[in-house]
């Protein structure tokens, strides 16, 4: 006997009915908050910031800890000044959730980059007062841009990192509060250090004297006179008439030591150390940290070298005067 053809027209219509049933109950269980399961996370879930260099993104990295992720630009050991932006950076900053930069001029390739690139940006700088750049140079009068080397400013960078990162992560506001804090105090807690070390120095000592003039607002903050042979590293040879003005300087003052950058040749102000009969007293650092097992890995850690560098070259016997 056949089978009657309004059967299979009704076991289609309930098979129909069922599956309907069963499509709506799975989408019901994966996408209605709190009956499916939780969403997965993963590190890349995290908001991503591209900063244009390794120091800040120390900065970024210390008050973002682990829900940003973070990525420089420049690596370990770079100079900043003169860096060109290849294709690949402006994929990276096209990807990225936020673009940090320090501004003042530090980045001058900045705006195009991110104009380029379309994404949202911050800059450190905001709300510090600039030093501008001394000398006859085609500098001259322009903001020096190394205000990080500032503990006032540094935490003004802080702040400015804070806001930032609450604005791109809500959810992440105390948590980057509480960061943000305990970050300060280490930096407060080494610029008290360094300041109690010079202190006691004689005015003769009290001067710092590099190869880059990188270190006003850090001259400014511990009241040290200031000389340096070439204003930003676009130049890094140095002059005759730059190093004997420098060695003018260092004999009038009997200024007991001088140093140079670590992303620059320290060839010039070598020559000015034999000349003036001052000590060659080692590497500063400023526009770069070092790889994880360098001397700088951290901004921290920049900071107190650079401290502990300068004390020893300025006071090498340790005495107070």
Partial sequence: MSEDPRNNSRHKRRNWAISTL????????????????????????????????TVIADMVRQVGGDRIEVNSITKPGSEIHGYEPTPGDLRRAADADLVVENGMNLERWFEQFIGDARTRS????????????????EYAGKPNPHAWMSIANAKIYVENIRVALTDLDPDGADYFAENAARYTRQIDAIGQKVDRQLDSLPTNRRALVTC???????????????????PVNAEQEGTPQQIAGVVDFVRARDVPAVFCESTVSDKAQRRVARESGADFAGVLYVDSLSLADGPVPTYLDLLSRNGDTIVAGLNPDGSEQ
Avoid: C, H, K, M
């Fill in 22 to 53: 069963a499509l709506t109950a799975l989408l019901i269980f994966l996408f209605i908050p709190g009956i499916g399961p939780p969403p997965r996370t993963e590190a890349g879930d995290n908001p991503t910031v591209l900063t244009t260099f």
């Fill in 122 to 137: 911050v800059t450190l700088t905001e709300g510090i007062t600039p030093i501008p750049i001394a000398g006859q140079s």
């Fill in 212 to 230: 880059e003039g990188a270190f006003s607002y850090l001259a400014r903050d511990f009241e040290l006179s200031e000389a340096f042979l070439w």
